[in-house]
């Protein structure tokens, strides 16, 4: 599990796995404005990870959790 500081006092936690391939994320975060940029842009980085050989299963984000 990475945590990343994010300003002075909002915390991110992230998952990420490697199975074969295929890459599993799941982001936890305080921040309603947070989560929803995540959910948002997430399929760019689906398409980043797909170009670079390493497609994205599933990308999780929860919020408030």
Known sequence: ILSGL???EMCIET???LVGDKVQI???TPSAETA???RTHGELLAD?????GSP????L???GE
């Open 6 to 8: 994010v300003g002075s």
């Open 15 to 17: 998952a990420v796995r």
């Open 26 to 28: 799941q982001v936890n």
């Open 36 to 38: 929803s940029a995540l």
């Open 48 to 52: 980043a990870l797909g170009a670079a």
């Open 56 to 59: 994205l299963e599933s990308f």
């Open 61 to 63: 984000v929860k919020q």
